[in-house]
């Protein structure tokens, strides 16, 4: 287990947006814990990590996370703990204003808010993310950027109908100021069952991890990254020079998800109950979850990720459940052919 662990804790269902392609298909507070549960699931944080001799890097998302009462008294909490390193905010940041922005940056310990578009132009974004949230976006962002406190990351999420877009997402970065952007594979979870179309095929994932490193100018045989899940553009602070960082599974390794009702899944799009913070032990989910352990073991795997030479590579067990409604079949976005 390296250090931080990282959790994304989803604090709560709500939500003021209805993307067509998000992973929710409940957006109430229904399952939302009050102030005395929330602090228990703290505590259970804090004492595994006590446990590990390791520290946190918590991502506070949603939902949207700006719409929950206990946001500010939890981040407080949070932010005074011992064993929190970071902490990081995942937003579509329509909410925010002026007092807001004064108000998050009392925690010292909050570092990157992370916001959506899923396109560079609102007819792209908004047939996605809805009429006007283009607009509303752009206005947030650009007072994040006027104050300048926080480090502030574009997350896109590659659908078919948006991928024609990467390409201009770096000037677009570059333009904004933004620090850099994420691009997250699409998984048909909730609503987003429905619009199981926009599915990269392997060539389109391929074709677009290719680009990436042409445009961060990276030479490489894409084999060599094909375990990559996701991927981080980072511009320097400076030259403003593009660096592509990609993210492997964490499934298992170091990180979980914590769901609003204090459920536990491997990761959020992986959707599989793996025990309740609220009643079983962080540390005892971590070392005895058999959804864990088989996802740990490469053996474990089926069709030809079970052969697959590349040993450090597990393919995307999120996309196997979705796809396969098995989580140890073969990714089918995986290119690789021995």
Known sequence: MSSPFYFQWHITDACN???RHCYQDNFTSKSDLDWPRLKIVCD??????????NKGLITLTGGEPLLKKEFIPLLDYLNNANEIKELNIISNITLLDDKKIEELKEFKKLKKIKFSLEGITPETND???????FDKIIKSFLLLKADGFFEVDLMFTLLRSNLK???KIFSFAKKMGLD???LERFIPLGQSKAIRKEILSKDEWKNLVGLLADL???DCNLNDIIHLKAFWVKFHPKTRTPALLGAPCTVGIDGLCIMPSADVYPC?????PIGNLLKNDLTDIWENSDVLFALRKKYNLKGKCASCSIQYCRGCRALAYSVKDDY?????????EE
């Open 17 to 19: 947006l209805r993307c």
């Open 44 to 53: 259970n944080i804090f004492d595994a990590l006590n446990t590990w001799g």
């Open 127 to 133: 047939s996605i993310r809805g009429k006007g949230s």
């Open 165 to 167: 877009e990467v390409p």
């Open 180 to 182: 850099g952007f994420i």
């Open 216 to 218: 961060c100018q990276i």
């Open 268 to 272: 959020r799009r992986l959707n599989i």
């Open 328 to 336: 140890l079949k073969e990714d089918t976005q995986c290119w690789y």
